[in-house]
Every structure is written in structure tokens, then in C-alpha cells.
């Protein structure tokens, strides 16, 4: 049974500063990741996929992805506000197929102005 | 355009009460998914339709009964719930069900279900 692990925070930043958001999980055979955005109340929104150890950057945001020690982090610099919301890890489940994603609980961001 | 629709927002019914969730994507996905999520809990699983069958279905009651018309659209059709049912019902919609990023899944605003 494939596990996702994140630390469920809060985790409370001053606005301006890098937010760390980490992920570990159990199969080392997992290929693919993503990060999800959900605020409070509403749907997840994808914020990144990442496939291939190393980083990967879309504007404030940083996925890194480190197979060996089996782990997955979000950056997202210049933390704003309107970042404050819970960010979800997930990856395929069972059969490698993205069509039962697992996800972790999820760690609830703080950014404080 | 990478909307997923879902109606209602928000439902109300009894537990001997018969409704129907509506999702509809027109992005030309092949899945599409029903998900249910409690508070502070991530969303988890519950079909996978894929090229309009039922691909996936993670042993859910049958009082959920899913229905897919055309690869547009999906329904969940829901009977004699319990109060525990209440919860955010989220449809997702994907190209397909590979490990391309071009299939990852985009979800709809949700449909918030109580359960009287």
C-alpha cells in the first residue's frame, strides 16, 4: 500500500519569506508527483508536476524532487498572504496510473503580513 | 479553458431522499472522476470513468450510484445516505490515465452535501 507523508503545520511564514513544504512517501517504484493548492472550502488547484529528480520552477514556485532519499518538497518564494492555504502531495496509486491518485493530508501554509 | 463544472453547489437532502450531482468538462478529457472529501481530510477516491466506463470503483456503497452519458458529462446519483455522507463531493476530469503530465487531473469548485 503506497503511503504519502506530509507534516500536517501549520507552518507559519512571514510574508516575504521562502515557505518549505515537504512530502516523503513509501514506494520507491512512485514516478510522478504533484502539488495541489486547496483553500479553504474550495476544490485543489495543481500547482506542480515534477517526473524527473531535480528541481522544477514555475515563477514563485520550486518543486524538488529526490528519488534516492525518497522525497518531494514545494518552495514557493516571496511568500504572499494569499498563499495561505492547505497544499496537498499526491502521486499514482496502485498499477502506476494517475487515475487513482493518492494524496497526504495535506499541510496547512500561514503566511503572516 | 480548463474548467470542470459541477451543480449544485450546495444540496440538502434527507436520508429517503433521491438527487443527482452533475459534473461537465468540455476539454475533451477521456477520465473523469468522482471524489468524496470530509473536512481537514484530503479528498479520496471514489470512480474512475475512463472513454465513458467505470474503470475504477473503490468500494464505494451502492447507495453512490455513478452514471457517465458522453464523455462530457458525469453524474452521481445518490440514495438513502447516511448522515456520514455529508462531505465535499469533488468531480476531476484528466486527457487520460497515463503518467503524461498532460494528464493530471483538474477538479471542479465541488458540490457541498448535507445529509439530514
Known sequence: ????????????????????LNCTYSDRGSQSFFWYRQYSGKSPELIMFIYSNGDKED????????????????LIRDSQPSDSA????????????????IFGKGTKLSVKP | DTEVTQTPKHLVMGMTNKKSLKCEQHMGHRAMYWYKQKAKKPPELMFVYSYEKLSINESVPSRFSPECPNSSLLNLHLHALQPEDSALYLCASSFGLGLAGTDTQYFGPGTRLTVL
Request: proline share 6%.
Open chain 1, 59 to 74: 515563477g514563485r514556485f520550486t518543486a524538488q524532487l529526490n528519488k534516492a532519499s525518497q522525497y518531494v518538497s514545494l
Open chain 1, 86 to 101: 492547505t497544499y496537498l502531495c499526491a502521486l499514482p496509486g496502485e498499477g502506476g496510473s494517475q487515475g487513482n491518485l
Open chain 1, 1 to 20: 500500500q503506497k503511503e504519502v507523508e506530509q507534516n500536517s503545520g501549520p507552518l507559519s511564514v512571514p510574508e516575504g519569506a521562502i515557505a518549505s
